[in-house]
């Protein structure tokens, strides 16, 4: 009930309701499921501009498949975005994922940062 799901989505400002973390948690973990990642990716995007950000375990659905589907410009925006939002302790396993889908630059490693 994918079609649904975005309907309600999508209509919820209409009805003056602000989606909530677990909304956006949940969304997302379809839209992966059933590998609409660009879709997702817009998701996200609207999750970090009302700073409702899912947690680590379904954003790493959404890297991967965006990956997966050569869309590695976003998903390395995920990345740095995710690298702005949270201090460095708490960003070891972005940076275990970024060097595991190949996505790693030259930028500093915060698991390094975190133990200095």
């Given at each position: 009930m994918m079609k649904e799901a975005k309907?309600?989505?999508?209509?919820?400002?209409?009805?003056?309701c602000q989606p909530n973390a677990a909304t956006f948690r949940t969304l997302l973990f379809y839209l992966c499921k059933n590998e609409q990642f660009e879709t997702g990716y817009k998701v996200f995007k609207h999750s970090v501009k009302?700073?409702?950000?899912?947690?680590?375990?379904?954003?790493?659905?959404?890297?991967?498949?965006l990956?997966?589907?050569s869309r590695t410009k976003d998903a390395k925006g995920m990345i740095r975005t995710m690298r702005k939002k949270f201090p460095p302790n708490l960003l070891v396993a972005w940076s275990k994922l970024e060097n595991e889908l190949g996505l790693a630059s030259n930028a500093i490693d915060p698991a390094r940062e975190a133990r200095t």
């Open positions: 309907e309600v989505y999508e209509k919820l400002e209409e009805h003056c009302v700073n409702k950000i899912p947690d680590f375990n379904t954003l790493k659905h959404l890297v991967e498949g990956a997966k589907k």
